[in-house]
């Protein structure tokens, strides 16, 4: 099974997804990063929720420890982005971590379809910050992992899981461990796929159930955060012993 690994340039996102995939024998055929002013803005929102604590190695040291192919280009969908992709004739796109929205060009691609796993449960919480939107509306937190389609956030879910959140939590503990389950849920994913060795259908959302929404304003950040604080959000938790 071959894929490649597409992501907003150093997103923390991805760094935590590449090292688990590697460590779970998962081997890009080509890393490709975006560097551009959305991928910059990217990494600074995620680095700003993290409170900037690195939770895995850059994606440069990870490239050169295992010897990867990489790429930079300053737009995952562009022309350029578009050959090197082809170029390596990948069954799966596995996406790790990007603003934009992937074209046609792009989807059409590998023949086993573009994976992306999302941070919330779909088909509840489509977008950005779903981790903050799910604790901000008392739904569950969670991950997706689904084939990606023309739409945001909207193509069949293969699997999705329930992220814990434990009484003690702070926003930057929920985002850190949501991170780390939709790695490992997209190595899960990929597993499936190495066992079929062909296309998964996935199952097709009901857009109806839920709701795409945008980056959150920092004042309902902090309506988050004192949430959670004063332990009001109703998903909570005793972490086990």
């Keep these: 099974m071959r894929f490649v690994f597409p992501l907003d340039m150093e997103v923390p996102y991805g760094q935590v997804m590449l090292s688990i995939l590697l460590d779970r024998g998962f081997v890009p055929e080509l890393v490709i990063e975006e560097a551009s002013p959305d991928a910059e803005h990217h990494r600074n929102l995620f680095l700003d929720r993290l409170g900037g604590t690195p939770l895995a190695p850059a994606i440069r ?6 010897n990867l192919r990489y790429a930079r280009v300053g ?16 069954d799966l796109i596995a ?31 489509r977008g950005a910050a779903s981790p903050a939107w799910s604790i901000f509306h008392d739904l569950r ?20 899981k329930i992220v814990p959140v434990y009484s003690a939590d702070t926003y930057a503990d929920i985002v850190k461990r949501n991170i780390v389950y939709c790695g ?10 190495r066992e079929k060795g062909g296309p998964i259908a996935g199952n097709r959302q009901d ?4 709701k795409t929404y945008g980056t959150m304003p920092s004042d309902l950040v902090e309506v988050v955060r004192r949430k959670l604080k004063d332990k009001t959000y109703p998903w909570l938790e005793d972490r086990p012993a």
């Excluded at 040291?61 to 295992?66: E, G, N």
């Excluded at 937190?141 to 999705?160: A, Q, R, Y």
């Design 95 to 125: 996406l790790g971590g990007t603003r934009r929205l992937i074209k046609r060009n792009i989807l059409a691609i590998p023949p086993w379809g573009t994976l992306c796993s999302h941070p919330g449960l779909l088909p509840y919480v």
């Design 141 to 160: 937190v969670g991950c997706s992992c689904f084939i990606v389609d023309e739409g945001l956030d909207t193509g069949p879910v293969i699997k999705s």
């Design 184 to 193: 490992e849920l997209m190595a899960e994913v990929l597993q499936l796929f």
């Design 207 to 210: 857009l109806s159930l839920g």
């Design 61 to 66: 040291s990870q490239v050169k420890k295992h």
């Design 75 to 90: 737009n995952l969908c562009d022309p350029e982005c578009e050959g090197l992709i082809k170029q390596q004739n990948p």
